[in-house]
């Protein structure tokens, strides 16, 4: 449950209502890079993960932009695609509060979409899964959580619980 609940891939639902933008090098210098062979072989052996990250985000019907791009894993090749990921909007709003979703997590405290999950005595011990279906919040797993609604008031449950949302206040 730890690995799955830090893998990005396995967790894709997670991203359902975000924009990407994923990029990487190729492992040849750039402008500016020293061109030393660990960092070149490291930016390779990344690129193969942004190209499977890609293509499973792209089939779960994810909004995704991907510029891979020369350059090694170091500051002016990461200067350079910071740069562009700014140009192509990095910092513009995603749909805020969607009405359905789902949402896993291993993080003893975390969010989604103005909610907040908070468990009382550390993280969880497995993975746990928060779904939205309209008005109404149901959780798995195992553990007592705190969950509060941005503007309502918050409510704690013990894992497995499915209830109606608090109204905003």
């Known amino acids: 449950f730890y690995w799955t609940g830090h893998n990005p891939i396995a967790l894709i639902e997670n991203l359902a209502y975000t924009r990407l933008y994923v990029t990487v090098g190729d492992g040849t210098s750039g402008p500016g890079?020293?061109?030393n062979l660990p960092d070149a072989f490291g930016e390779a052996y990344l690129r193969?993960?942004?190209d499977e990250f890609t293509l499973t985000a792209r089939a779960a019907g994810i909004d995704v932009t991907y510029?891979?791009?020369q350059g090694i894993h170091e500051w002016p090749t990461w200067r350079r695609h910071l740069a562009a990921a700014i140009r192509w909007g990095f910092f513009k709003p995603v749909p805020e509060r969607p009405t359905t979703w789902t949402y896993e997590t291993v993080a003893e405290h975390s969010k989604a979409w103005g909610i907040r999950f908070d468990f009382r005595s550390g993280p969880p011990e497995e993975l746990a899964t928060f779904k939205r279906e309209g008005s109404r919040i149901s959780g798995t797993g195992a553990g007592r959580v705190r969950v509060k609604?941005?503007?309502?008031?918050s409510f704690t449950a013990q894992l497995p619980f499915?209830?109606?949302l608090p109204r905003r206040r």
């Open 33 to 35: 890079d020293d061109g």
């Open 48 to 50: 193969t993960h942004s």
């Open 67 to 69: 510029e891979p791009g």
């Open 149 to 153: 609604v941005r503007g309502a008031r």
């Open 162 to 164: 499915n209830r109606k």
